[in-house]
């Protein structure tokens, strides 16, 4: 007879989320690195980027943070992380490499409008 308090894991486990195995003994697996698409931005959303006031010595440097995490859709923690090595070319294109939770390495294109704001 099955106890009630193995049913939830069960389901769980069932459902495909659950790790099953050496993953459930080692800790899960590792992400691999993964590779996406620039996403697209409402005007509202860019507008927010271009209210930052640059006037001042540390306006560039802000305006490229709030960047970062309105086209890359970055958490502030892998925008805290980001070093000048993971802004790259590849190819014709500018690439970022942000570290996310996890140890996940997300690499994408960058948006047009986020390049002049890196290399402002």
């Known amino acids: 007879m099955v ?3 193995s049913i939830p894991g069960t389901l769980y486990e069932l459902s495909g989320n659950g790790a099953r195995g050496r993953e459930a003994r080692s800790g899960g697996l590792r992400h691999p690195a993964s590779k996406g698409s620039a996403p697209v931005l409402s005007s509202e959303e860019a507008a927010l980027v271009a209210g930052v006031d640059i006037s001042t010595i540390m306006g560039p440097g802000d305006r490229a943070v709030v960047a970062v995490m ?3 859709f970055a958490h502030v923690g892998a925008v805290v992380a980001f070093t000048v ?3 790259f070319p590849q ?3 500018w690439w970022l490499r942000l570290l996310e939770k996890n140890s996940k390495v997300d690499e994408m294109p960058c948006h047009h409008k986020l390049e002049e704001y890196l290399d402002a």
């Open 3 to 5: 106890s009630r308090s």
């Open 70 to 72: 309105t086209y890359a």
């Open 85 to 87: 090595e993971d802004y």
């Open 91 to 93: 190819r014709k294109r």
